[in-house]
């Protein structure tokens, strides 16, 4: 398989870390979550809870096109392990097919809401 028929079977996923006030992290996805990337959205989640010690990680799905059932078992296991680890991480921002997956599982309130375990809240809009 060349690299160009890799991507097409397999496009990019893409992520980005933007700090935010008072310890803690927006982590921006774009592209799709799959079975194939799923690892490098783990690392960086479980890094900013471990490594950068978060208090908080809010997950911009605005720009995920696809995820799949491994994609869900990552942001519930990372949300999981936030809380065991006294921090919190929630979702923001979920594209029309996130939000319909979610929806279905009967995860988006779950996952879209703070859990306020670290005490950390997002700053209020001017």
């Known amino acids: 398989m060349s690299p160009a028929d890799r991507f097409a079977v397999f496009p990019e996923l893409h992520i980005t870390v933007d700090p935010l006030p008072g310890q803690a992290l927006r982590v921006r996805v774009a592209g799709e979550v799959t079975l194939e990337n799923v690892g490098e959205l783990r690392k960086v989640l479980f890094?900013?809870?471990?490594?950068?010690r978060a208090r908080a990680v809010e997950v911009d799905l605005g720009l995920v096109t696809f995820i799949d059932s491994t994609g869900i078992g990552k942001l519930v296991s990372a949300r999981a392990h936030a809380?065991?680890?006294?921090?919190?991480?929630?979702?923001?921002?979920?594209?029309?097919?996130v939000r319909r997956v979610l929806s279905l599982l009967g995860l988006l309130d779950t996952l879209s809401t703070p859990t306020g375990t670290s005490g950390w809240a997002p700053p209020k809009s001017a």
């Open 83 to 97: 809380v065991s680890s006294h921090s919190d991480l929630w979702i923001v921002n979920p594209s029309p097919g």
């Open 47 to 52: 890094r900013a809870i471990d490594d950068v």
